[in-house]
């Protein structure tokens, strides 16, 4: 499903990231417990497609409005990179619905969107 998401993401517009949180990607899908799920040259393929189309935005100003401070890192990307949608599993984003603007989706419901 997130193969899904990006795919439709790309095809109507940008994928937006920070440099926190592109870091943040590559370390979370190589972690090893994904194995099980998708091999690690499917993930790295994922990854080398995300990255050819990313936009990097810098941050100017601190987002504090997320009760996990580490998720604000996600928030600050999508504001900074006039994001219309973030895409995310995290319950603590999803309460946030919409937030400036940026409607919070699972990618499952971003997928259902028009």
């Known amino acids: 499903m997130p193969d ?12 937006i990231f ?4 592109l870091e943040e990607l590559i370390a979370v899908i190589q972690h090893s417990k994904f194995d099980r799920y998708i091999i690690s040259g499917y993930r790295e393929e994922f990854l080398s497609i995300v990255m ?3 936009d990097i935005v810098t941050v100017t ?3 504090k409005a997320c009760r996990d401070p580490k998720d604000e890192k996600f ?4 504001v900074h990179g006039d994001a219309d949608f973030l895409i995310t599993w995290d319950a603590d984003l999803l309460m946030l619905h919409p937030f400036m603007k940026v409607a919070i989706l699972t990618p499952a419901d971003f997928l259902a969107s028009g």
């Open 18 to 21: 920070t440099q926190q949180t």
């Open 61 to 63: 100003r601190a987002i």
């Open 52 to 54: 050819g189309k990313a």
């Open 4 to 15: 899904k998401a990006v795919r439709k993401a790309r095809s109507i517009g940008k994928l």
């Open 75 to 78: 928030l600050e990307a999508a």
